[in-house]
């Protein structure tokens, strides 16, 4: 199977996101650093989703692309989705009191970074790693 899922529900969900990440990411073939690098974004993303829409769920796919491997991360909840995504993505900004460092921070970690998000629908972020 190539494709798992966690549902964010409680903080130990969170937990169980990141080493479904850290599992899947050795399977694809990622050495120690990345599998730092895809659990760290696994868990911005998760918190994300606990501290702000309150449930959600952590996708975790294995992926090629041209005989390149890699690792899929999609985050959705159905919450209050985000006002402004400029203001997200701007390293410092946060709402909970936090560093700012989450949303930037998993664009850095990872090679592809999208966000769909709608206010009173929710929101979802894709992010994937590719094996170099």
Same mark, same amino acid.
């Given at each position: ?14 937990? =169980?996101?990141?080493? @479904?990440? %850290? $599992?899947?990411?050795?399977?694809? &073939?990622? #050495?120690?650093?990345?599998?730092? *690098?895809? /659990?760290? =974004?696994?868990?911005? @993303?998760? %918190? $994300?989703?606990?501290?702000?829409? &309150?449930? #959600?769920?952590?996708?975790?796919? *294995?992926? /090629? ?5 890699g690792i ?6 159905? &919450?209050? #989705? ?14 909970s009191g ?17 966000v769909i ?16």
């Amino acid at each position: 199977m190539n494709r798992s899922s966690v549902e964010i529900i409680t903080e130990w969900d969170i937990v =169980a996101a990141r080493q @479904l990440g %850290r $599992n899947e990411a050795k399977k694809v &073939g990622f #050495g120690t650093v990345d599998q730092a *690098r895809i /659990t760290t =974004a696994i868990s911005e @993303l998760a %918190r $994300n989703i606990y501290l702000y829409a &309150g449930k #959600g769920k952590i996708e975790i796919e *294995r992926v /090629t692309d041209g005989g390149v491997s890699g690792i899929k991360v999609v985050a959705s909840d159905d &919450g209050p #989705g985000i006002p402004d995504l400029r203001k997200v993505m701007e390293d410092g900004f946060s709402t909970s009191g936090g560093l700012g460092a989450g949303m930037p921070g998993v664009k850095r970690l990872m090679d592809e970074f999208k966000v769909i998000s709608e206010p009173k629908i929710g929101t979802t972020i894709t992010a994937t790693k590719w094996l170099h």
